[in-house]
């Protein structure tokens, strides 16, 4: 049975940090973090991919990390210096062997004074 299962989000004060975690019961081929602010489409935020090659949206870089354990199965967009504009529902996206892909069920991010 797949599983995919999200942690991490909360609440945050401008410039702080949260780390978020994306646990699959499968080896990803893919992990990425989506976000959604309301009104807004979702996003792309950032991904790691087979080599491993990282994308991150232009928002996000210099602040934002990705990362994942070296059995695949595990994936970490450490956020830093967060501010009001991050706020949202973080969404992992993986990819399995099988090129099949899987969304989590979304953390709530806020960042707020």
């Known amino acids: 049975q797949v599983q995919l299962v999200e942690s991490g989000g909360g609440l945050v004060q401008p410039g702080g940090s949260l780390r978020l975690s994306c646990a699959a019961s499968?080896?990803?081929?893919?992990a990425a973090w989506y976000r959604q602010a309301p009104g807004q489409y979702r996003e792309l935020v950032a991904r790691?991919?087979?080599?491993?090659?990282?994308d991150y949206a232009d928002s996000v870089k210099g602040r934002f990390t990705i990362s994942r354990t070296s059995a695949k199965t595990t994936a970490y967009p450490q956020m830093d210096n967060l501010q009001s504009e991050d706020t949202g529902v973080y969404y992992c996206?993986?990819?399995?062997?099988?090129?099949?892909?899987?969304w989590g069920q979304g953390t709530q991010v806020t960042v707020s004074s």
């Open positions: 790691i991919t087979d080599g491993p090659w990282y």
């Open positions: 499968f080896t990803m081929n893919t």
């Open positions: 996206n993986v990819e399995d062997s099988q090129w099949t892909t899987y």
